[in-house]
């Protein structure tokens, strides 16, 4: 299995535009964790889908944010209009829901508002 | 609210040493706890899960344990090596199996 896939790995974008960012599931994974990584921070659970469906959205710093799932194996984070603060390192990560397993993580996107 | 602190933040040990990691919560009431590695510019790793039921895990030169009486688990690190030179981060489950993260460790271990 090629784990959880994330793209771009390197987003560099100016304030105002459109962000999209990816993520592929580890196949037969049905749990999907967005987080955001900063140095004040640390990591921030941003949304948590469980079989396709939002279950906690309560990170999402605003309305600039939203997250889907097209099918099961996919997901998409935007930012719309990107913010110079919204700059991190942007994972995401699966599991399955049986209890006791564990999270995988993909290595991430690192977005540059300027 | 589920708080998870880590402790130190960092630490820079010579190679060889054995080391202990803490990582605390403040609700007991969790049904796992699972630890990472972070390299810098990369994803976490995950290194060990311990459920509720159990009290230790062991991989290689890694153990780690859990208390839940008393809000704590330690992972701890024999003979360290350079390689080992990382962040970890300790996860905590609650019921709502969403997973709280602790701010991590930073490790630093010199030949």
């Known amino acids: 299995d090629a784990g959880v896939i994330q793209s771009p790995r390197h987003e560099v974008t100016e304030m105002g535009q459109e962000v999209t960012l990816r993520c592929k599931l580890i196949s037969g994974h049905n749990s999907l964790f967005w987080y955001r990584q900063t140095m004040m921070r640390g990591l921030e659970l941003l949304i948590y889908?469980?079989?396709?469906?939002?279950?906690?959205d309560s990170g999402m710093p605003e309305d600039r944010f939203s997250a889907k799932m097209p099918n099961a194996s996919f997901s998409t984070l935007k930012i719309q209009p990107s913010e110079p603060r919204d700059s991190a390192v942007y994972f995401c990560a699966s599991r399955t829901d049986r209890g006791g397993e564990k999270l995988f993580f993909g290595s991430g996107t690192q977005l540059s508002v300027l | 609210k589920q708080e998870v602190t880590q402790i130190p933040a960092a630490l820079s040990v010579p190679e060889g040493e054995n080391l202990v990691l803490n990582c605390s919560f403040t609700d007991s009431a969790i049904y796992n706890l699972q630890w990472f590695r972070q390299d810098p510019g990369k994803g976490l790793t995950s290194l060990l899960l311990i459920q509720s039921s159990q009290r230790e895990q062991t991989s290689g030169r890694l153990n780690a344990s859990l208390d839940k009486s008393s809000g704590r688990s330690t992972l701890y690190i024999a003979a360290s090596q350079p390689g080992d030179s990382a962040t970890y981060l300790c996860a905590v489950y609650g019921g709502s199996y969403i997973p709280t993260f602790g701010r991590g460790t930073s490790l630093i271990v010199h030949p």
């Open positions: 889908f469980n079989n396709n469906v939002p279950i906690d």
